[in-house]
């Protein structure tokens, strides 16, 4: 067995860490913002074990950890380091999920090439800085979308939002007059 490597991020948002691994996690991303939510993740659960830990993303290669308001990076990030190494090398699953889903869009010409632009384009960016981005609707010239991960609650997500993704969908999507986050 390869050894596992974790190494940390900071994100734009402060109150997340990016912990990255050298594995494949999931395909795809997932967002548990609370305890309840985690149920159906068995390293979600773990992780919520810690009282200082109030929310768990994980995509590709990454989980990325929101902390409460009173812990701090430097008491807890050497800790959640060593528990997500562990997890990763006891192959703790993230979840039950079948590893061959294949990305589909559904919708009008103009949804799909939204859809297809947000997935190629946005999505990556935003997995960088330990967030996802999902396409909701379009309708009348605006796209609703949700931000996940360091990107909800993140004080720069609205620049990112108005100033990078509108202007992207904008110059591509002719139709596009306005991207909308969905308040979380």
Not at 16 to 29: H, P
Not at 113 to 118: E, F, N, V
Request: charged share 25%.
């Amino acid at each position: 067995m390869a050894t596992i490597n974790v190494y940390t991020e900071y994100t734009p948002n402060p109150a997340t860490m990016k912990f990255l691994v050298n594995k494949l996690l999931i395909n795809g991303s997932l967002d548990y913002p609370d305890r309840e939510k985690a149920q159906e993740s068995p390293f979600a659960r773990e992780l919520f074990k810690f009282n200082f830990v109030n929310g768990v993303f994980f995509a590709s290669n990454f989980v990325t950890i929101t902390k409460t308001e009173d812990a701090e990076w430097e008491d807890i990030e050497a800790i959640l380091k060593d528990f997500v190494k562990g997890a990763v090398e006891s192959e703790l699953q993230v979840k039950e999920v079948p590893h061959d889903e294949e990305v589909t869009f559904e919708g009008t010409e103009t949804e799909i090439k939204i859809q297809q632009i947000l997935h190629d384009y946005v999505r990556p960016a935003v997995e960088q800085d330990g967030g996802a981005i999902s396409y909701i609707a379009f309708e009348e010239g605006r796209v609703l979308v949700e931000l996940r991960g360091s990107c909800s609650g993140c004080p720069s997500s609205m620049i990112t939002l108005k100033a990078g993704i509108e202007g992207l969908l904008k110059r591509m999507v002719p139709e596009v007059e306005e991207v909308v986050a969905e308040a979380m």
